[in-house]
């Protein structure tokens, strides 16, 4: 495996978490798991989006830092493979939906600090996912306090992943979902060969089926 630190992102209840478990499982590699039940502010956040926003974006993006850099800066665990099932841009990309434009903008000098003192994932994998498929999945996982997300705020999500993904440098492995189920042996499989036959590319898109 070419491939160093490997980071899954994609919209709510797309199965990043299920995918990074799959593959770390695999690889014997280090795993990384973004702590968003440890956010004091997310239920409330649901309940009061325009009033909570903000302390759930600066939150997150603390957390995520803390994790991140304790792992990715230390040379002795860095020797190792890592998957997470997140990256620190994601931060960004939630605060820019979420807060006004004057949050937005404290929010994004704190957060580009921060950016420029982590690697970049070796790989970045983006499930893309249908909403109504996310919607299913959201209610089968059983969060209380996601059960009132909207179509609407899915589709914002997506959209800033989509235009982030057309900027970001490092190579992207872009996996629709439509079909695809991680926890069948063959689908799986086909991603891992895939992930080991060495293609060099800058962007692709993979199909399972």
């Known amino acids: 495996m070419e491939y160093h630190f490997i980071a899954i ?3 709510i209840g797309v199965g990043k978490t299920t995918l990074a ?4 499982e695999h690889y014997n590699a280090r795993l990384i798991l ?13 309940e009061d989006r325009e009033r909570y926003a903000f302390p759930v974006e600066l939150s997150f993006l603390a957390e995520r830092y803390s994790q991140l850099k304790d792992t990715l800066l230390n040379r002795e665990l860095f020797q190792q493979m890592i998957v997470a ?8 990309l939630f605060a820019r939906n979420n807060l006004s434009p004057d949050e937005y903008e404290l929010f994004q000098r704190m ?20 909403i109504a498929k996310l919607q299913q999945q959201i209610l089968r996982r059983g969060r ?8 609407a705020y899915l589709e914002e999500i997506q959209d800033a992943y ?3 993904l057309g900027q970001e440098e490092c190579p992207i492995l872009m996996v629709d979902t439509a079909l695809a189920d991680f926890n069948k042996p063959e689908h799986f499989a086909q991603l891992t060969r895939f992930l080991e036959s060495g293609e060099t590319f800058q962007r692709r898109s993979l199909f399972i089926k």
């Open 85 to 92: 099932d997140y990256t620190i841009i994601k931060s960004q």
């Open 111 to 130: 957060a580009e600090i921060i950016r420029t003192q982590l690697p970049r994932p070796d790989l970045l994998i983006y499930l893309q996912s249908p």
């Open 162 to 164: 989509l235009r982030y």
């Open 9 to 11: 992102e994609g919209n």
């Open 34 to 46: 973004e702590q968003f039940a440890d956010n004091p502010f997310l239920p409330k956040f649901y």
């Open 144 to 151: 209380p306090y996601e059960t009132q997300i909207a179509d």
């Open 21 to 24: 478990h799959k593959l770390a």
